[in-house]
C-alpha cells in the first residue's frame, strides 16, 4: 500500500485534530453496534468528550480511560470540495489503529481492519457528500486475545462491585490502543497506480546501479487500449537532475541504470549517508496521456549474508543499535513528529547506525526518516511472546508479514525482517510453525535476510535453523545472577559461541541491559543505580570485543533506547526503565559511555569521524 503523497494528479487531506470520543460500557462493548450510533453524530447517542488524532486515547484523561478494555468510539466532520466530485476516486487511509477497527462514512461501513500500526484503506467515492459536510466514525477495540498478533487474555474477575473484565498479556509495554497515526483523504485518478515494487543493485565495484520497478494498476478502462497502459519511469538525483530513466512494456516494469551511482550508506559507514534519489513513476495511457503520477525515495545498495556475515555494497556491517519502543508521555504510540526527530537527533549524537522495530511496525513517517538518516532497520512485525501455536494464529501472523513487507519493502533503510520477538520455541509445535512463517515471508521477499529475536535457550530453541541471522536476548546480571557484575561477559561470551555453533549463522545480541532509576547514584555500582547499568554495560562491550573477533559477531543492540510504559507489576516503576535515555528523551549516565564506544566502533571499522565534545578535557596525563 503507497504512502498518500501529492501529486499533479493526486490530492491529500489530513483529517488529523481533535474528534468526539465515547467509552462504551465494557460490560457491553457491542451496545453501539446494536444502536447503530454510527448513524448520526455520536453526541446525539452519548456524551463525547474531545480526543485528540493520532494519539493513545489512554493517558489524554485525568478518570481512569487508561485502563479501559473493550472498544471505543470516534467521530468527526469533514467537508469534501465540489472540486473533487470530478472524474476520480477518494480513498481514506488510516496509518494505524490500534487494535481492531471499524469505520463507517455517513453511517455506512467502509472498512474494518484487525491489528495495529499497520496501515489500511477504503475507497470512499460512492459514500462521500460532494460540496458538503461528511462524517467518519471510528469503533476501536484494544481486546487482545489467543489468536490476535500480539496476543493477550481477557478474563472476567471479581471486584468490590461485582465482576469485571481484566486484559492480561505477557509482553512487557503498555497496550495503547486509538487511532495511533494519522488518518487522510485522498484523491487519485480512475485508473491509478496501486503498488509500486522497487529492487536496485549494484555494479562494477558500487560504480553503477541498477533500479528494478514494477507496478500494478487498478481500474484500467475496459477496452482495446487496456494492453497499451504503460510507465514512464525518471529518476533524479539530489539535485533534481534526470540520472536515468525507461519506458516499460505492457508489463509495467522495467529497469534503470544509472552511472556513477551514490549508493546509500548508513550513518557513519560513509561522508554521505542516506543518499535518496527520486523516482517518478508516470502512468500513461496508449495515446499518451497522463494518468497518474507517483513519486518515491529511493536508495540505491545491495545487501548480501552469508553464514558468518551480513554486507552492505559489499561492505560487512557492524550493528551498534537499540531496540526501542513507540511510547511517550500523554500521547502513548500516537505519532509525533516532535519526538520521532528528537529521537533521530539521538540516535545521530550517540553514533547508532541501527534500530530494531521491537517489538511492532513503526509509522511510516519514522521510515522515510530513517532513509533519509542512513539508519539501519531491524523490521519487526507485530508478534512478541508469541505461544500457543494455532492455524489461526498462524494466519494472522502471516498476514501481519504480508501487511508489513508491502508497507516497508521500498525503504532502502531496512535490512531485515524480524519475524517474532521471543516466540516460545521451545516446542517441536514452534519448529513448523517458525518454519511456515520463514518461508512465507522469504517467498514475500528474498531481497533481505529474516531473523527473529529469541530468549530460548538454545538448547531447546526449534526456531532458529529456520532463520538466516540469529538474534538473542538476555539480561545476565539483571533477570539471571541478579547484581552479579562478575557474571556477565563470560556468559555472553559461551551463549553467542553456543547459537553459532548450533546453527553456523551469524549473531547478534538483540537485548541487554539493566533498569535504571534516572540520578540513583550508588557506588559500589547496586541495581536500579545508573552505576550498575554502567557497568552492566561495560561488562557486555568486554564480551562484544572478544565476540567480534570471532568473525560471526554482528551487532550489538541495547536495550532499550528510552524508559517506556508497562502493564502495572511490582517490578516496574512507572514502567521499563532500561532506557539509556529517559522517557522525556535525556540522556543517563551511560548514554555518555555508551556514546564513546559507538563512535569507537564507527572510527575502528568504518573509518568515521569522531564528535569533538566526545573528549572532555580533565588533565594533562603524564606518561
Ligand atoms: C525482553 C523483551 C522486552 C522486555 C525486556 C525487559 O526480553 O523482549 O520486551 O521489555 O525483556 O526489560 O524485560
Known amino acids: 500500500m503507497l504512502y498518500p503523497r501529492e501529486s499533479e494528479t493526486r490530492e491529500v487531506h489530513s483529517l488529523d485534530g481533535i474528534w468526539n470520543f465515547v467509552r462504551s460500557d465494557p460490560d457491553n462493548p457491542t451496545q453501539g453496534i446494536r444502536d ?41 466532520r469533514f467537508f469534501v470540495p465540489r472540486s473533487w466530485r470530478t472524474d476520480q476516486r477518494v480513498w481514506l487511509r488510516f496509518g ?46 484494544n481486546a487482545l486475545i489467543q489468536t490476535s498478533v500480539p496476543q493477550g487474555k481477557i478474563t472476567e474477575v471479581p471486584n468490590d462491585n461485582g465482576m469485571t473484565i481484566v486484559q492480561s498479556y505477557t509482553f512487557d509495554f503498555f497496550n495503547y490502543a486509538g487511532i495511533h497515526r494519522s488518518v487522510h483523504l485522498y484523491t487519485t485518478p480512475k485508473t491509478l497506480i496501486e503498488e509500486v515494487k522497487v529492487t536496485t543493485n549494484l555494479k562494477n565495484q558500487n560504480a553503477d546501479g541498477e533500479v528494478s520497478y ?57 561522508p554521505d549517508p542516506g543518499y535518496l534519489y527520486q523516482l517518478e513513476i508516470k ?60 529521537d533521530f537527533n539521538l ?47 498462524l494466519g494472522k501472523h502471516k498476514s501481519s508479514l504480508e501487511q508489513l513487507i508491502h508497507r516497508d519493502r521500498n525503504h532502502p533503510s531496512v535490512v531485515m525482517w524480524s519475524i517474532a520477538n521471543e516466540p516460545r520455541t521451545g516446542s517441536l509445535t514452534a519448529d513448523s510453525y517458525f518454519s511456515l512463517v520463514a518461508n512465507f515471508t522469504r517467498s514475500l521477499d528474498k531481497t533481505r535476510p529474516i531473523t527473529a529475536a529469541i530468549a530460548t535457550p538454545y538448547t531447546k530453541d526449534q526456531a532458529g535453523r529456520h532463520l538466516d541471522i540469529i538474534s538473542f536476548n538476555r539480561y545476565n546480571a539483571w533477570y539471571t545472577n541478579t ?13 553467542a559461541v553456543a547459537w553459532n555453533k548450533a546453527y553456523q549463522k551469524p549473531v547478534i545480541m538483540s537485548e541487554y541491559g539493566a533498569d535504571t532509576l534516572e540520578g540513583l547514584h550508588i557506588q559500589p555500582a547496586y541495581v536500579w543505580s545508573e552505576e550498575f547499568q554502567m557497568e552492566v554495560f561495560s561488562r557486555h562491550f568486554k564480551a562484544f570485543d572478544e565476540l567480534r573477533k570471532k568473525g560471526w559477531f554482528i551487532g550489538e543492540f541495547v536495550w532499550n533506547f528510552a524508559d517506556f510504559k508497562t502493564a502495572q507489576s511490582y517490578t516496574r ?28 566502533l564507527g572510527r575502528d571499522l568504518d573509518q568515521c569521524n569522531i564528535p569533538e565534545d566526545i573528549f572532555i578535557y580533565i588533565a594533562e596525563w603524564k606518561s
Open 483 to 495: 547484581g552479579r557484575l562478575d557474571m556477565v561477559t563470560q556468559n555472553v561470551i559461551d551463549e
Open 214 to 270: 514494477s507496478v500494478s494498476v487498478k481500474g484500467s478502462v475496459v477496452n482495446e487500449a487496456d494492453n497499451d497502459l504503460h510507465i514512464q519511469a525518471n529518476l533524479y538525483d539530489k539535485e533534481g537532475l534526470l540520472v536515468a530513466n525507461a519506458t516499460s512494456d505492457g508489463k509495467l516494469e522495467g529497469e534503470l541504470q544509472v552511472a556513477e551511482v551514490k549508493p546509500w550508506w548508513p550513518y557513519l559507514m560513509h
Open 36 to 76: 447503530k450510533w454510527f448513524e448520526k453524530d455520536l453526541s446525539k447517542s452519548q456524551p463525547t468528550i474531545p480526543m485528540p488524532v493520532p494519539a493513545s486515547y489512554n493517558d489524554i484523561t485525568t478518570d481512569n480511560l487508561r485502563d479501559h478494555v473493550g472498544t471505543v468510539w470516534y467521530d468527526r
Open 96 to 141: 494505524s489503529v490500534h487494535y481492531e477497527a471499524y469505520v463507517w462514512v455517513n453511517g455506512k461501513r467502509v472498512v474494518k481492519h484487525e491489528m495495529g500500526h499497520l496501515p489500511f484503506e477504503a475507497e470512499v467515492t460512492d459514500v462521500l457528500m460532494y460540496g458538503s459536510e461528511n462524517r467518519i466514525t471510528v469503533m476501536c477495540d
Open 347 to 393: 540516535l545521530k549524537w550517540i553514533g547508532a547506525n541501527a534500530y530494531r522495530t521491537s517489538h511492532y511496525p513503526y509509522s511510516e513517517e519514522s521510515m522515510q526518516f530513517a532513509d533519509e538518516h542512513g539508519i539501519m532497520i531491524i523490521d519487526e512485525c507485530p508478534s512478541v511472546d508469541t505461544e500457543n501455536f494455532s492455524q489461526e494464529l
Open 573 to 600: 516503576v512507572g514502567g521499563n526503565k532500561k532506557g539509556v535515555f529517559t522517557r522525556a528523551r535525556q540522556p543517563k549516565a551511560v548514554a555518555h559511555l555508551l556514546r564513546k564506544r559507538y563512535f569507537a
Open 283 to 342: 502512468l500513461l495511457a496508449a495515446n499518451e496521456e497522463l494518468l497518474d503520477v507517483y513519486r518515491l525515495k529511493v536508495g540505491l545498495r545491495t545487501l548480501s549474508w552469508d553464514q558468518t556475515q551480513f554486507l552492505i555494497n559489499g561492505k560487512s556491517v557492524y550493528f551498534r543499535g537499540f531496540g526501542r519502543h513507540e511510547d511517550s508521555d500523554i500521547r502513548g504510540k500516537g505519532l509525533d513528529n516532535a519526538l520521532m526527530v528528537r
